[in-house]
């Protein structure tokens, strides 16, 4: 017995081609440039490959656009505010599929960041003013097995370590600790995976450079999870909990190299309208003692519409002088009238931070839309 | 990477499609099980692999709920959505699909097993945060489901669909408005995963 084949619909998919734009004007950026563009030209060909027979009800491909615009406000700079960060991009997921059984997926998440004063943003930028394009989540998950109990990944996934696992993050105001507890939220490398009786597992080695593949000074990174298994990832995250461990030569943003170790404990777990959740790791940084923790507490309408939290996150490292500690409390809300669009409202104070910085509040407004 | 000049142009016009857009558009990509695994293992433990299967759910589904059940059904959930299909060696054993029902707080997703002839096999909670969860995931209520198609679930409600009718041992009245909601959503499902899949499912149970 068998079900029928599936047969699919010829497409083009024009928008990738402009990943070559990052060839153009900076040299110095060639060789990552062009490895970027192959790995993202395949992975589009292998999502957006055309094959025989149109039948637009199984062609296994979902794909979004996702515009996002971003104010942030700092009310403690020398610098012009409100900055703004500008976003649009494809994400799209196809499966393929043999006979009897799915052999892979493929997930792709390209975006244009714009960004214009923008004091607080990710390294791989070159000024306050730039536009970037980034490759976010994207890989092939070659099902080995079949029976879901051993995949391997290749590609640019989310590293496996903490919340980030069971909780979305990907273009959402609301953020967690790894990009500063580990120095890399995303990471170029391969990984194996897999759910066993009840548990879902996650491994990946990588290039240790994050957003962009960078290999000056040969960082690299090596994360690992196992949790309960929630067979999805979400806003406010399915419940459950996990163990995780890091080691890695990670590469700083002024391209020195940082030496972590880490291990981490989180959980989720819900009460009637309110969602509580934690992490905390522990291990080294550059032979540091460090301890790294977020607290939050979330409340969802009855609707489900309409989502308010409010985090804790703490870093604390013991400096050559001592430790040191860096607090900052983060509330926020989130409106989703439709699936479609998101408002997003963030105020996030520090409390505390590292060395002579001086204390800031950022508060940021978001306008979403998928599509 | 840019000029300044061109960044804002690009600003600008990423600003100008952000805000040109239309309010109500369809083709989400929207998916409440993207890794089945769990399900399927728990599910099926004898299975040895797993095909998926989309199929895109447009607005004429209204019309073929509205003629098949007795309830006025708010569906908004257009777009693809995914089947799965377990299968034993060469053998389709049985099919896992999730739907999300409106809750008390929130959505309340159910991922649902069925039989080849779409009777109902098994379901379980994925996400739900009532307390009333657990009195259904009962053993006692799952068997009662067990093997109902259409016909057979419709005499758990009322006439109109709204209501839970029947009285199963140790499930306490509070949870019989979840309880409804539970047979409701087995009710969808089935006309959902007959329209959009059934060409193919009647060549699985040849």
Redesign the interface.
């Known amino acids: 017995m068998q079900l029928r084949d599936s047969v699919h619909s010829e497409r083009a998919f024009t928008g990738i081609a402009n990943a070559n734009n990052c060839l153009q004007p900076a040299k110095k950026n060639r060789v990552n440039c062009k490895a970027l563009c192959v790995s993202v030209t395949v992975l589009a060909w292998l999502l957006f490959a055309p094959v025989s027979r149109a039948q637009s009800w199984d062609d296994k491909l979902r794909w979004t656009i996702d515009f996002s615009s971003r104010l942030q406000y700092l009310t403690n700079t020398s610098g012009s505010n409100p900055g703004q960060f500008n976003s649009v991009g494809v994400d799209a997921f196809r499966v393929f599929s043999s006979r009897y059984r799915d052999v892979a997926t493929v997930n792709l998440q390209i975006n244009l960041w714009c960004i214009n004063n923008l004091e607080r943003r990710p390294g791989f930028f070159d000024g306050p003013d730039d536009c970037q394009l980034v490759t976010k989540a994207s890989f092939v998950n070659f099902a080995i097995r079949g029976d879901g109990k051993f995949n391997l990944l290749v590609g640019h996934p989310e590293l496996p370590f903490g919340l980030e696992v069971p909780v979305s993050t990907n273009q959402t105001l609301r953020q967690l600790t790894n990009p500063r507890d580990l120095g890399l939220k995303l990471d170029w490398g391969v990984g194996a995976n897999g759910t066993i009786g009840g548990y879902h597992y996650a491994t990946t080695v990588g290039r240790g450079s994050g957003v962009k593949y960078k290999d000056s000074n040969n960082p690299y990174s090596i994360t690992a999870r196992i949790g309960k298994a929630t067979d999805t990832q979400s806003y406010l995250g399915a419940p459950g909990f996990g163990v995780s461990g890091f080691y890695g030569d990670v590469l700083t943003r002024v391209g020195s190299i940082s030496n972590r170790w880490r291990l981490g404990l989180d959980g989720i777990f819900y009460r009637g309208g309110f969602g509580f959740m934690g992490q905390l790791s522990v291990g080294k940084t550059d032979s540091m003692d460090t301890i790294n923790g977020l607290a939050e507490v979330n409340a969802v309408t009855r609707s489900a519409n309409s989502v308010g939290y409010f985090q804790l996150r703490s870093f604390n490292q013991d400096f050559s002088t001592g430790w040191q500690d860096a607090w900052s409390a983060v509330a926020g809300m989130r409106f989703t009238p439709d699936t479609h669009w998101a408002l997003s409202f963030q105020l996030e104070h520090e409390l505390s931070v590292f060395g002579a910085r001086t204390e800031q509040t950022i508060i940021d407004l978001q306008l979403r839309y998928r599509k | 990477?840019?000029?300044?000049r061109?960044?804002?142009l690009?600003?600008l016009g990423?600003?100008a499609?952000?805000i040109g857009?239309p309010?109500?558009?369809h083709?989400?990509?929207?998916?409440?099980?993207?890794?089945?695994?769990?399900?399927?293992?728990?599910f099926y433990p004898g299975?040895?692999?797993?095909?998926?299967?989309?199929?895109?759910v447009g607005p004429d589904l209204r019309r073929v709920l509205d003629e098949t059940l007795p309830y006025q059904l708010h569906f908004n959930e257009f777009g693809?959505h995914?089947l799965y299909?377990a299968?034993a060696?060469?053998?389709?054993i049985g099919l896992v699909h999730a739907r999300s029902e409106k809750g008390?707080?929130?959505?309340d997703?159910i991922?649902w097993s069925f039989n080849m002839d779409l009777t109902v096999r098994d379901f379980r909670f994925?996400?739900s945060?009532s307390?009333w969860k657990d009195n259904l995931q009962d053993e006692v209520f799952k068997q009662a489901l067990r093997g109902k198609g259409i016909e057979g679930l419709l005499q758990f409600l009322d006439a109109d669909g709204s209501k839970f009718s029947k009285q199963i041992s140790g499930l306490p009245p509070e949870a019989e408005k979840l309880a409804a909601t539970v047979v409701r959503s087995a009710l969808n499902t089935i006309v959902v995963t007959e329209y959009?899949w059934g060409?193919?499912?009647q060549?699985?149970?040849?």
């Open positions: 990477m840019f000029s300044k061109l960044s804002h690009i600003h990423m600003l499609v952000l857009l309010f109500k558009l083709a989400v990509a929207y998916c409440a099980l993207r890794d089945p695994m769990l399900a399927i293992q728990t299975f040895t692999s797993y095909r998926s299967y989309l199929g895109v693809k995914t299909v299968y060696g060469e053998k389709a008390d707080w929130g959505l997703e991922v994925q996400r945060r307390r959009v060409d193919r499912l060549v699985g149970r040849e």
